[in-house]
């Protein structure tokens, strides 16, 4: 609909334009709000503010666009995380060795609510496993026994729905086994790991949408037997924020919690060596995301569930859910771009930059 894109192109424009006064918006904001956020000021150059129509060509927002001019980024000690770190972040939880000589990997998750700066100046009322977006990296081997233990002090009823081979009560969906958590409750969920590849966990308590738009996802990771072969490992996230609650599209795109965080620090590499994106889509309200390297190519695993390359390209398209490993090289040194190749998405935060230095 033509009336969401020009909010939604506009967005940037105007929050930018008017600072913390764009913000924030309460948690139970109704899900009808046309407007943008902040809509009611000057809203900055090209920014009508209101109703979003009658933008100037240059009201597109983007790296350029008033709200990240300048390299402006967020407050990442307030938000209790940063995308720099969280993308090469693994974590392998603790480990005991059971009775039958099996691994035991155990974590601890901690639903919360938080709000986190997803703009400069642009704040919102994310619902959270472990306090960030996305949620941590969970990893382990096939064959593992796993124990996730999962807390609830969010003010919403959540679950933990992993993506992977278990029985129906540790599939984390409401009305099946324990079922949705309340606040204030636990539960424990118990399964092998199994299938190796990369993989997915989320929220699955209704309405489904808006429990996934506010954050509550993570990537999980079973890593086959032996591993894969050593390599510059990271996880991207795709995924958007919706502003406005109306359900229609995204304001902001992003991998890793922070549109374009990636463009003001680039992501260093090392020329000639083996990088691994592990290469996830949640995102929520839009039908299709997308990955595209520029300079090069990359070997595509889908799924990770195989060890044989399945592809060799430079651009990939997910639904939601969808995930797979991309593998690579940078043969040449300098800065590479990466983004959606949904250029809409790319405009509004979903695009990055490789810089390749000699080892
Ligand atoms: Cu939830």
Same mark, same amino acid.
């Given at each position: 609909?033509?009336?969401?894109?020009?909010?939604?192109?506009?967005?940037?424009?105007?929050?930018?334009?008017?600072?913390?006064?764009?913000?924030?918006?309460?948690?139970?904001?109704?899900?009808?709000?046309?407007?943008?956020?902040?809509?009611?000021?000057?809203?900055?150059?090209?920014?009508?503010?209101? $109703?979003?129509?009658?933008? #100037?060509?240059?009201?597109? @927002?983007?790296?350029? !666009?008033? /709200?990240? +001019?300048?390299? =402006? %980024?967020?407050?990442?000690?307030?938000?209790?995380?940063?995308?720099?770190?969280?993308?090469?972040?693994?974590?392998?939880?603790?480990?005991?060795?059971?009775?039958?000589?099996?691994?035991?990997?155990?974590?601890?998750?901690?639903?919360?609510?938080?709000?986190?700066?997803?703009?400069? $100046?642009?704040?919102?009322? #994310?619902?959270?496993?472990? @306090?960030?977006?996305? !949620?941590? /990296?969970? +990893?382990?081997? =096939? %064959?593992?026994?796993?124990?996730?233990?999962?807390?609830?002090?969010?003010?919403?009823?959540?679950?933990?729905?992993?993506?992977?081979?278990?029985?129906?009560?540790?599939?984390?969906?409401?009305?099946?086994?324990?079922?949705?958590?309340?606040?204030?409750?636990?539960?424990?969920?118990?399964?092998?790991?199994?299938?190796?590849?990369?993989?997915?966990?989320?929220?699955?308590?209704?309405?489904?949408?808006?429990?996934?738009?506010?954050?509550?996802?993570?990537?999980?990771?079973?890593?086959?037997?032996?591993?894969?072969?050593?390599?510059?490992?990271?996880?991207?996230?795709?995924?958007?924020?919706?502003?406005?609650?109306?359900?229609?599209?995204?304001?902001?795109?992003?991998?890793?919690?922070?549109?374009?965080?990636?463009?003001?620090?680039?992501?260093?590499?090392?020329?000639?060596?083996?990088?691994?994106?592990?290469?996830?889509?949640?995102?929520?309200?839009?039908?299709?995301?997308?990955?595209?390297?520029?300079?090069?190519?990359?070997?595509?695993?889908?799924?990770?569930?195989?060890?044989?390359?399945?592809?060799?390209?430079?651009?990939?398209?997910?639904?939601?859910?969808?995930?797979?490993?991309?593998?690579?090289?940078?043969?040449?040194?300098?800065?590479?771009?990466?983004?959606?190749?949904?250029?809409?998405?790319?405009?509004?935060?979903?695009?990055?930059?490789?810089?390749?230095?000699?080892?």
């Amino acid at each position: 609909m033509t009336g969401s894109i020009t909010t939604r192109r506009g967005f940037l424009t105007v929050a930018g334009g008017t600072a913390l006064t764009a913000l924030p918006l309460p948690a139970g904001q109704g899900p009808h709000d046309d407007h943008p956020p902040g809509g009611s000021s000057d809203g900055g150059q090209g920014g009508s503010g209101q $109703g979003g129509s009658g933008h #100037a060509p240059d009201a597109h @927002g983007g790296i350029n !666009g008033a /709200t990240f +001019r300048g390299g =402006a %980024g967020v407050d990442h000690t307030f938000n209790g995380f940063d995308p720099r770190t969280l993308l090469r972040e693994f974590d392998l939880g603790t480990t005991s060795t059971g009775p039958d000589g099996r691994t035991v990997r155990e974590w601890e998750i901690v639903a919360e609510d938080r709000e986190i700066e997803v703009a400069p $100046g642009v704040r919102f009322p #994310a619902w959270t496993f472990d @306090g960030r977006v996305p !949620g941590p /990296t969970l +990893r382990c081997t =096939a %064959g593992d026994l796993l124990r996730v233990r999962f807390v609830n002090r969010s003010e919403h009823p959540h679950t933990m729905h992993f993506h992977g081979i278990h029985p129906a009560d540790m599939d984390g969906v409401p009305m099946i086994g324990r079922g949705i958590i309340s606040p204030g409750e636990e539960f424990t969920y118990t399964f092998d790991a199994e299938p190796f590849g990369l993989h997915l966990y989320h929220c699955h308590v209704g309405p489904l949408a808006e429990h996934i738009a506010r954050g509550m996802y993570g990537t999980f990771i079973i890593d086959p037997p032996g591993g894969r072969p050593p390599a510059d490992e990271m996880v991207m996230v795709m995924h958007g924020y919706n502003t406005t609650f109306d359900g229609e599209g995204n304001q902001l795109y992003a991998v890793n919690g922070i549109p374009f965080v990636y463009m003001n620090d680039p992501i260093r590499v090392r020329r000639n060596e083996l990088v691994r994106i592990y290469l996830v889509n949640i995102l929520e309200y839009d039908p299709i995301n997308s990955f595209h390297l520029h300079a090069n190519f990359f070997d595509y695993y889908p799924t990770g569930t195989r060890l044989e390359s399945a592809e060799y390209t430079d651009t990939v398209v997910l639904g939601q859910g969808q995930r797979g490993i991309c593998e690579v090289r940078f043969p040449h040194l300098g800065k590479y771009m990466f983004h959606a190749h949904k250029t809409e998405f790319a405009d509004l935060g979903w695009m990055g930059l490789f810089e390749v230095v000699e080892p």
